[in-house]
């Protein structure tokens, strides 16, 4: 088995906290401490919030630098269509919910867990999210919830689900000790869901238009108030679908607060004719980052927000942005190792001090005191742990920060392979990344090479690997100031 | 009378193995199959065919003859 796409605890322990570095150049620090302001970070948000998501890396976005997830595909029946979903398509290179390579029992489910758990400290999340409806098998999901919780009882449980057969489970959740649930909305108006799904099935009986989606609008409605009733926190997904929901996440942002949804993630349709889909097929396409940008923009208030979602499979295992799936597959778990439970502590242990270490570098990066006021995008290549340790060619994906005057935020990823291209037309990979660091003054990453470099040159971004092994949040501040300071050197 | 289910359309979900009220359908290999001799086509229990409503693939669950 290989780890070599797991963070190991030697790259984000072997290194002193970052320091500001300012080589070459001098600047004073304006003396304003560095808010990350990033989405359900330790300073935004009540003391027992915080304590329910800190581990969580798909509800914080400071949780997933450290922590892991999987995703058990327990759950292939669905009781909707979506207009934006086609099961029968499965790609091993593919990306997308919904889709999964093989679906499991729920012994099959807690027998994975418990390999996973054994080989990955970092596990702190198990979800069922189909690749169907987490729901619509309710007592199989039920039953391998049970089986993981006797297993391991250190493991966070939660669900995501379409909502329509939510209301009837709010109660089973609750008392299950099940503290996060995802469910995805993307209207308010019926009018508009009936461009989104063609059908429900609901109470044996399928329907179709309006009415469908009246029914579904009205379950999603009753069930977030539910949960939230019992003090379980709700994320809200929203796909972005440009020209039927773009304007309307609005209202669906206003309609999900207010009845209290503690996260709303807008994520981009994912439309392609090789998926299938009926938006695939009659020619819907995705927004672009811009565009998704201005409508999570839109929505503000950015701890009610995360913009760190990748979009998982249903049967993703490991960080966010990689997938170990193919390392834990049925045939390879015959003999599970036993979990050691002092693994898990010693790397929590890591994890606090490092999260300690990575806020005091924050803070002590300085800012030149004369800075343009553009923001600008930096793009990092992480492994994890907050820290910037990776080969520029071998990211799959880029964490890109957006730095200010304000300090440095983290506001999407990118990735470099998200969708199947398949065929042979794949000589210039470099040409995907390039196009994936559109608009990016500057990648930071662990080590690249002279070609890469001067290509990205080429095109105005500058590539630095002078960062290696430091902390993601301190090194862009710095940079950004060190480039400043140059810039104001040189014109004076 | 009963409903069959076309094995190259399946997905294999099982959408309509938990909602049938005969017990009639089971998995085999990728995909289910009705058995014949248990599925009443709902009478007595739905108004609609079970199966046929909770499969998501277009003429997947059809009548069998």
């Known amino acids: 088995m290989t780890d070599s796409n797991i963070v190991p605890l030697s790259s984000i322990t072997r290194v002193d906290p970052a320091k500001p570095r300012l080589s070459g150049c001098s600047a004073k620090s304006n003396g304003k401490a560095t808010s990350c302001g990033s989405s359900a970070g330790q300073d935004d948000l009540p003391e027992a919030v915080w304590n329910k998501i800190q581990d969580h890396p798909c509800y914080s976005e400071d949780a997933h630098h450290y922590f892991a997830r999987m995703h058990v595909a327990v759950a292939p029946a669905c009781n909707i269509q979506c207009n934006y979903c086609n099961r029968k398509y499965d790609c091993s290179n593919e990306s997308r919910p919904g889709v999964v390579s093989e679906k499991l029992s729920a012994e099959q489910a807690a027998l994975k867990v418990m390999a996973v758990a054994a080989e990955v400290p970092q596990l702190s999340v198990v979800g069922i999210a189909g690749p169907g409806d987490a729901l619509a098998n309710a007592p199989k999901t039920f039953h391998t919830f049970d089986l993981i919780h006797a297993a391991l009882p250190h493991v966070k449980l939660c669900l995501s689900t379409n909502g329509l057969a939510l209301p009837d489970h709010v109660e089973q959740i609750a008392a299950m000790g099940i503290d996060h649930v995802t469910i995805t909305i993307n209207m308010v108006d019926p009018e508009i869901g009936a461009q989104i799904y063609p059908w429900i099935f609901f109470r044996h009986k399928r329907w179709e238009g309006l009415e469908a989606a009246q029914i579904l609008h009205e379950r999603q409605m009753e069930g977030l108030e539910a949960l939230t009733a019992k003090g379980i926190l709700v994320k809200v997904n929203s796909v972005l679908i440009p020209g039927i929901n773009d304007q309307h996440l609005v209202e669906v942002n206003k309609a999900v607060r207010s009845r209290g949804a503690f996260l709303h993630n807008v994520m981009p349709l994912i439309s392609d004719p090789a998926h299938g889909t009926h938006f695939g097929l009659t020619g819907q396409r995705g927004p672009t980052p811009n565009e998704l940008r201005a409508v999570q923009d839109s929505l503000g208030g950015d701890a009610k927000l995360m913009r760190h979602c990748r979009q998982c499979r249903a049967d993703a295992v490991g960080l966010l942005g990689e997938d170990r799936g193919a390392e834990f597959s049925l045939d390879k778990l015959t003999e599970a190792k036993p979990y050691d439970p002092k693994k898990r502590e010693m790397y929590l242990e890591v994890v606090e001090r490092e999260r300690g270490d990575r806020q005091k570098a924050k803070e002590m990066a300085q800012m030149p005191e004369k800075i343009e006021e553009t923001p600008v995008l930096v793009a990092i290549a992480t492994k994890g742990g907050g820290r910037i340790n990776q080969h520029f060619g071998h990211a799959t994906e880029f964490q890109i920060f957006e730095v200010t005057s304000a300090g440095a935020k983290f506001i999407s990823h990118r990735r470099t392979d998200k969708y199947c291209v398949g065929g042979t037309d794949n000589s210039d990979a470099m040409a995907t990344t390039i196009a994936a660091l559109e608009g990016v003054a500057a990648v930071l990453c662990a080590k690249i090479g002279d070609k890469p470099k001067q290509r990205l040159a080429d095109m105005g971004i500058i590539a630095s690997d002078q960062y290696a092994f430091e902390y993601i949040e301190a090194s862009a501040i710095t940079w950004y100031a060190t480039r400043n300071a140059c810039d104001v050197a040189a014109s004076a | ?65």
Request: proline share 8%.
């Open chain 2, 1 to 65: 009378m009963a409903y069959k289910i076309v094995e190259k359309n399946c997905t294999g979900c099982g959408a309509c193995e938990f909602e049938c009220p005969n017990k009639a359908i089971k998995e085999k290999g990728a995909a289910f199959v009705i058995d014949p001799k248990k599925c009443t086509e709902c009478a007595g229990f739905f108004d609609t065919p079970q199966c046929v409503a909770a499969c998501p693939v277009p003429k997947t669950v059809v009548m069998a003859f």
